[in-house]
Structure formats: structure tokens, C-alpha cells
């Protein structure tokens, strides 16, 4: 069983960053594409941000693009979300997923996770 535990999440104001963390358990991390999604009250959850296994190819949504980096430590079992330049409408639980193995080129899939975190609350004041 795959367990993921997500961190850093907090309070911020307009402009300000964060890190999030994504802790996993397990041998096998460093075997499997990593994903960031968020989700909004009221709304569905969306795509953020995902990795490749080796961490040489990221993925973005255009909403976050050039403010937010993905970027993982396979030695560490652990993958992070660097938010910068937020904005109140960046306010969202975020959750980190786990993709399946050969699920294709489009990342932001959310049928292609298969294990997902708790999620972190990040609020974004104006």
C-alpha cells in the first residue's frame, strides 16, 4: 500500500509563495511519474503540475505556468510544488498523485493517478 502526505500548505498573502511537500512510502517512488492537482470549493479538481519518473520532463497547466515548479527527490521519496506570485484565486486543497505505469502522454488525466494524498489547504488572501 502507497501512502502520501502532503505538507506546507498554510495562509499567505497575494504575491507571497509556498512549498508544498509530498512524502511517499514505498521502494518503488523513484519507478513513477508524480502529479499535483488542486481543487476548489465548489469546483472540480484540476491538473497543476506533473514529473516524470527521472524528474527531466515537467508538466504544467497554462494557469500556473512561470509561477509554480515541480520537482522531486527520489532519494528522499518526495515530491514538491514551489508556488510563487500567488493569487487569491489560487486558493484550493492541493493533493499530489501517484501515476500509473504506461498511462500515456497526457498527464493531466486524473483516471491515470492511481494513489492520492490528503491534500494541504492553501488560502491566498487579497
Known amino acids: 500500500q502507497v501512502q502520501l502526505v502532503e505538507s506546507g500548505g498554510g495562509l499567505v498573502q497575494a504575491g507571497g509563495s509556498l512549498r508544498l511537500s509530498c512524502a511517499a512510502s514505498?521502494?518503488?517512488?523513484?519507478?513513477?511519474?508524480m502529479g499535483w492537482f488542486r481543487q476548489a470549493p465548489g469546483k472540480e479538481r484540476e491538473f497543476i503540475a506533473a514529473?516524470?519518473?527521472?524528474?527531466?520532463?515537467?508538466y504544467y497547466a497554462d494557469v500556473v505556468k512561470g509561477r509554480f515548479t515541480i520537482s522531486r527527490d527520489n532519494a528522499k521519496n518526495t515530491v514538491y510544488l514551489e508556488l510563487n506570485s500567488l493569487r487569491p484565486t489560487d486558493t484550493a486543497v492541493y493533493y499530489c498523485?501517484?501515476?500509473?505505469?504506461?498511462?500515456?502522454?497526457?498527464?493531466?488525466?486524473?483516471?491515470?493517478?492511481?494513489?492520492w494524498g490528503q491534500g494541504t489547504q492553501v488560502t491566498v488572501s487579497s
Open positions: 498523485a501517484r501515476r500509473f505505469l504506461y498511462s500515456g502522454s497526457d498527464y493531466s488525466t486524473i483516471s491515470s493517478y492511481d494513489y
Open positions: 514505498g521502494r518503488t517512488f523513484s519507478t513513477y511519474a
Open positions: 514529473i516524470s519518473w527521472g524528474g527531466r520532463s515537467t
